[in-house]
């Protein structure tokens, strides 16, 4: 949204022509969460370009980029970091104008400001100064391009992870060779040029982790991890940020001396808390109901098929099955994919799973849309996208959005049973899935038993405990273990064409 300016207005320099641009919270992505405003990109006075990432709002599901509403200066910030925003608030101000006006804006900028942008701003200001005063994009300048600023790449081209990972390693982007798409600079191109120079690269190894099973299937269940002890005593003045994404407030306690970091909680971690707390405490009473797995079949036939999907850049992780096995044991029992209302219980027919994924200090759940529609291949694909998105973060909040199941597979960190796993409100039941490992199982020749007459012999099997906690008030105990017996069965006989 953009208004005028109160007319042209006389400056030292000379005539002035300027345009306000609005920049206001994205309506349409927040719409339904709660957001905080996480940090500016950019500082009043500096030069922003059409589509440049400007502001990061954190919502309590996941990270959104607020793009510049046009190209300028920045002009005013009205929202500062940590207010709450609503959607469509507005947040600063761009100021769009002739290169009198970007001086004037340099020139009352504060000081360490114009220290900063002077340069860069007046001299592109200086460039366009012959193109309209309406104009909002900046035309290309005719001056020829240094070798170092034709290869830095454009600010919006940069993920959140990338510009994160540049700034712990005091990286410039414009020394980087991207080996992304167009040039782009990825994940491992930061981490590349951190150990090329020296630098701790530590915190990045998670991020770049692979799409091989174990890391696959490590961020539907796990923290990918900083590489650091989120523990670990830290000096303010040494400029580190606290995990949970505020700075570490260091203070003595007065009962012994004993040193204590504080780590202010983050927007997402406070919404989590607060969930997890409504929806245990407040809403549904959880009950949990444990089967076992047989996994020999669901094994073999991975084995078999794995490389071909590889081959297609997706990994064929256990996970796709569960998503797979969810689909006959929903229609089994439908109220499982549902939510209960003061009226009624609505009963949704579209089967959207969401996937429990944890990324450092954040958890987020991406949706697989309409899973009953998908065969095994499409499913691998849409997890291997949205997994893969969610650990770049760049998932955006209709991303996580819609959920009508939730899939939790805690034991990719080893955890053998996890109950009760806090259900995902407004839906009525949650399945977890726990660490796959080789069992001794009983078992005689014909299936039947063992008996007097019939010796039993021991055989090992890769099994894993299945949980599913429900909402009590939806479901009863029998209806659950239905539920379960239909999932595991379903695995237990996966064809192996």
Same mark, same amino acid.
């Given at each position: 949204m953009e208004h005028a300016g109160n007319g042209p207005e006389a400056a030292p320099n000379g005539p002035v022509s300027l345009r306000i641009l609005e920049i206001r919270a994205p309506a349409e992505q927040t719409e339904g969460t709660r957001s905080q405003l +996480?940090?500016?990109?950019? %500082?009043?006075?500096? !030069?922003?370009?059409?589509?440049? *990432?400007?502001?990061?709002?954190?919502?309590?599901?996941? &990270? #959104?980029?607020v793009p510049a509403p046009g190209s300028g200066v920045l002009h005013e910030i009205l929202k500062r970091e940590q207010d709450d925003v609503d959607p469509g608030e507005l947040l600063g101000r761009i100021e769009v104008g002739t290169a009198s006006a970007v001086g004037v804006a340099v020139a009352e900028a504060p000081t360490a400001t114009r220290a900063r942008a002077a340069a860069g701003v007046v001299a592109n200001a200086l460039a366009t100064a012959g193109s309209a005063a &309406? &104009?909002?994009?900046?035309? *290309?300048?005719? =001056?020829?391009e240094s070798p170092a600023s034709r290869k830095a790449p454009a600010a919006h081209l940069l993920s959140p992870a990338v510009r994160r990972l540049l700034a712990e390693h005091r990286l410039d982007a414009s020394s980087i060779e991207g080996s992304g798409e167009g040039g782009r600079v990825t994940v491992q191109d930061v981490l590349k040029a951190a150990a090329e120079r020296g630098t701790?690269? @530590? $915190?990045?190894?998670? #991020? /770049?982790?692979? @799409?091989?099973?174990?890391?696959?299937?490590? @961020? %539907?269940?796990?923290?990918?991890? &900083?590489?650091?002890?989120?523990?670990?005593?830290?000096? *303010? /003045?040494?400029?580190?940020?606290a995990a949970g994404g505020g700075e570490a407030i260091a203070h003595v306690d007065g009962d012994g001396g004993t040193k204590i970091r504080r780590v202010p909680h983050s927007a997402v971690r406070k919404r989590?808390?607060?969930?997890?707390? $409504?929806?245990l405490l407040h809403t549904a009473p959880h009950v949990t109901t444990v089967f076992e797995a047989d996994m020999s079949a669901v094994l073999r036939h991975r084995a078999r098929h794995r490389d071909s999907y590889a081959s297609e850049g997706m990994p064929l992780t256990? =996970?796709?099955?569960?998503?797979?096995?969810?689909? *006959?044991?929903?229609?089994?029992?439908?109220?499982?994919?549902? $939510?209960?209302? %003061?009226?009624? +219980?609505?009963?949704f027919e579209s089967m959207h799973i969401g996937v429990a994924t944890a990324l450092e200090n954040e958890l987020v759940v991406p949706v697989l849309r309409s899973v009953e529609t998908l065969d095994l291949r499409a499913t691998a694909r849409q997890l291997n996208?949205?997994? !893969? !998105?969610? !650990?770049?973060?760049?998932? =955006?909040?209709a991303d996580v959005r819609g959920g009508t199941f939730t899939i939790s597979n805690h034991g990719v960190s080893g955890s053998l049973l996890a109950a009760p796993i806090v259900i995902n409100q407004p839906q009525s039941a949650i399945l977890g899935v726990g660490k796959l490992e080789k069992? #001794?199982?009983?078992q005689d020749t014909d299936g039947l038993g063992a008996t007097e007459e019939r010796e039993a012999h021991f055989i090992v099997q890769p099994r894993c405990y299945i949980?599913?906690?429900?909402?009590? $008030? #939806?479901?009863?105990?029998?209806?659950?273990?239905?539920?379960?017996q239909t999932f595991v069965a379903y695995l237990a006989a996966w064809p192996d064409p």
């Open positions: +996480l940090r500016w990109l950019k %500082a009043v006075g500096e !030069r922003v370009v059409l589509n440049e *990432p400007l502001i990061e709002l954190e919502t309590d599901k996941v &990270t #959104v980029e &309406t &104009t909002v994009s900046t035309p *290309p300048s005719s =001056t020829p701790d690269v @530590d $915190r990045g190894d998670d #991020v /770049a982790a692979n @799409d091989d099973d174990a890391a696959g299937e490590a @961020d %539907a269940g796990r923290g990918a991890g &900083t590489g650091r002890d989120a523990s670990t005593w830290q000096d *303010p /003045a040494d400029g580190g940020a989590i808390a607060d969930h997890m707390a $409504r929806s256990l =996970t796709a099955y569960f998503l797979q096995a969810c689909v *006959p044991a929903i229609r089994a029992v439908p109220e499982v994919n549902s $939510r209960w209302t %003061a009226a009624a +219980l609505e009963i996208e949205l997994t !893969r !998105r969610a !650990r770049e973060h760049r998932l =955006t909040p069992r #001794v199982v009983v949980t599913l906690t429900i909402d009590h $008030r #939806v479901l009863d105990g029998h209806r659950a273990n239905l539920f379960l």
